[in-house]
């Protein structure tokens, strides 16, 4: 029986994993796998056989070599359940309010600059005040 090696997005998208995580299998010695050398470095294929065993899936059913594939939910025809809605909204509130913390604070560094810049400008201008007073005129 000849093995059969594909390439690691073929066999990250046939397990749906990673591309990171195949590389990983090769690495640590979980799948087998055979390497060309190239101007660039090495090129990996990977053993079909031994990603199907290493990641338990096999054949689909009526697809000749394939592999059983994860299937999105817009692959599948399927509606969001309840849980899904659920979680986006928690997911989008938590974002909300991050937001309105950097909004707060952003405000506050505003306000503090602002009454820097007031109070420089008032320091300012009390430097440029005539010089023609004499030292006994202060109540005037």
Avoid: C
């Avoid at 290493?54 to 692959?75: D, F, H």
């Amino acid at each position: 029986m000849t093995a059969t090696f594909i390439t690691i997005q073929e066999a990250a998208e046939v397990s749906g994993k990673s591309i990171q995580t195949i590389r990983r299998a090769i690495k640590g010695k979980k799948v087998s796998s055979r390497k060309k050398k190239t101007p660039q470095g090495y090129n990996y294929a990977v053993d079909r056989d031994s990603l199907f065993k290493y990641y338990r899936i096999g054949p689909a059913p009526g697809v000749k070599g394939g592999a059983r594939k994860q299937r999105s939910l817009a692959e599948t025809d399927e509606y969001a359940t309840v849980r899904d809605l659920k979680r986006i909204r928690t997911s989008i509130e938590d974002l909300m309010d991050d937001q309105q913390k950097t909004k707060d604070n952003f405000v506050r560094f505003m306000k503090t600059f602002q009454e820097k810049f007031v109070l420089l400008e008032n320091q300012l201008k009390l430097l440029e005040e005539p010089k023609d007073k004499k030292w006994y005129h202060f109540w005037k």
